[in-house]
């Protein structure tokens, strides 16, 4: 066993999950590919190009940006990793936004008759959830700051 995770460099356990996921990944692509191989290259380029040369410019300066501005903070507070605190709810809200942005911006044919809802509670709802994502995100930061903060407390007391 020590020489195959010498050799291989990871657990046989991880073999076997690549090789299931890569397998099952083949089967979706004769899927996908025996219905449209022509729309499936063109959606696959599409999404390679649309995210290597609009999406990361976008994400990666905004990312950028938070760090740079949120970046000081008093000294005398404990130093807590923050920045995926909003990256997560950012992304999620991203998804969320990309998934059902033509429902959200109103620019799709109405579905009121296969959702039984009016075409304007989209935006209202996608920011409830939005807002939702980042207030759980700042109570777990809280927390996380708090026990950190009563971390050295603790030590000091014992």
Do not use: K
């Amino acid at each position: 066993m020590a020489r195959f995770v010498r050799w291989y460099g990871a657990q046989p356990l991880h073999l076997l999950v690549l090789i299931c996921s890569l397998a099952l990944t083949a089967y979706a692509v004769e899927r996908l590919t025996a219905a449209q191989p022509l729309g499936v290259a063109i959606w696959f380029v599409g999404a390679a190009v649309g995210h290597d040369l609009i999406l990361l410019p976008l994400y990666s300066l905004a990312d950028l940006s938070a760090q740079s501005v949120l970046r000081h903070r008093p000294e005398r507070m404990p130093a807590v990793r923050w920045i995926n605190y909003l990256r997560v709810p950012a992304f999620l809200s991203g998804v969320l936004l990309l998934v059902w942005f033509p429902l959200i911006l109103n620019l799709s044919v109405p579905y009121q008759g296969d959702t039984r809802l009016p075409e304007d509670v989209y935006l209202g709802r996608w920011l409830a959830i939005t807002g939702a994502l980042f207030g759980a995100a700042a109570v777990a930061f809280a927390l996380n700051l708090r026990r950190a903060r009563l971390s050295p407390a603790r030590s000091r007391s014992r």
